[in-house]
């Protein structure tokens, strides 16, 4: 029953309404002036930097600090990145959809201590010189194996897979059984095209954080060459310190570093975003 005529705001919800707004205007500036602070000061040459440390009005635009960037193996180590971030990415994918697939079988045998035993993996860690013996006892050292392998599978996102999948009707997988569909047929023609959106959403979180990834670099990697771009950034920034007494004369170059390190994941989000949202939601279910 409408309560006035049509098209009617009541006074409570004009108060709403601009409350919501407000606060949005409020949240959009708390997330998008520190990221233009970062790209002005970026741009910024060092005596301005040099007096102000952060800058959000431009005055005056220079781009030696990338020029310098990429005059120091930043394409070798872009490189490396994508070749390392790529190939981690689709194998931990690989690895999370199929067993997120079994996992989410009810006729699983041994289903509770399955998972129980994956969710003990988040809670129990055996910490850095373990897990460097194990990575030197496979012979992975100064290898790119060694930033595939060991963090092939998040537990979390293995745990968004299988609830997403255990969301999907079973009488749909059924009936494909019925049809004589294989399991790997019903995986990759039924599974995988429902699970677009979760699959979206995992992927971005595996590939941030293979390309993200720093320590573990540093701790496997020896050869220079091998050296991914957060290690490359890194380094940069340390020749710079050491280099430069005036740690405020250095902030453009910092700043450009993160713009640098930030712009691949900018280029891949927008992409997959219409089915980050929902991909989550579902996912975070519990069955």
């Not at 910024?44 to 431009?58: G, K, M, N, Q």
């Not at 994956?118 to 930033?147: C, H, Q, R």
């Not at 712009?263 to 939601?281: A, D, E």
Request: hydrophobic share 55%; aromatic share 10%; proline share 4%.
């Amino acid at each position: 029953m409408n309560s006035g005529p049509v098209g009617y705001v009541s006074v409570g919800r004009k108060i709403f309404n601009i409350s919501n707004a407000v606060f949005l205007f409020i949240v959009s500036m708390v997330v998008l002036i520190p990221l233009l602070m970062v790209i002005v000061t970026s741009l910024s040459p060092d005596a301005v930097v040099a007096r102000e440390e952060y800058v959000l009005i431009p005055r005056g635009i220079t781009f030696d600090n990338y020029i310098r960037i990429f005059k120091s193996g930043y394409m070798s180590a872009f490189i490396n990145s994508i070749l390392v971030t790529v190939a981690a990415t689709a194998v931990s994918m690989l690895l999370t959809v199929v067993m997120g697939y079994a996992m989410a079988q009810k006729d699983l045998i041994g289903k509770k201590f399955l998972i129980r035993f994956v969710v003990a993996t988040m809670v129990l860690d055996a910490g850095i010189i373990p897990f460097y013996m194990v990575v030197k006892n496979l012979g992975l050292i100064d290898s790119y194996l060694a930033l595939i392998i060991p963090a092939a599978i998040s537990t979390y996102n293995l745990i968004l897979m299988k609830n997403y999948i255990s969301s999907i009707p079973t009488s749909i997988i059924e009936a494909a059984r019925i049809d004589g569909c294989s399991e790997l047929g019903i995986l990759f023609k039924i599974v995988l095209p429902i699970s677009i959106p979760i699959i979206a959403a995992i992927t971005l979180f595996y590939a941030v954080s293979h390309w993200n990834s720093y320590l573990n670099v540093v701790i496997f990697i020896n050869d220079s060459s091998k050296y991914t771009l957060q290690v490359l950034l890194r380094q940069l920034v340390y020749q710079s310190e050491s280099a430069i007494s005036s740690a405020s004369a250095l902030n453009n170059f910092k700043m450009a570093v993160m713009i640098m390190t930030m712009i691949p994941v900018l280029i891949l989000y927008p992409f997959i975003q219409k089915y980050f949202i929902s991909g989550i939601m579902l996912g975070s279910v519990k069955e």
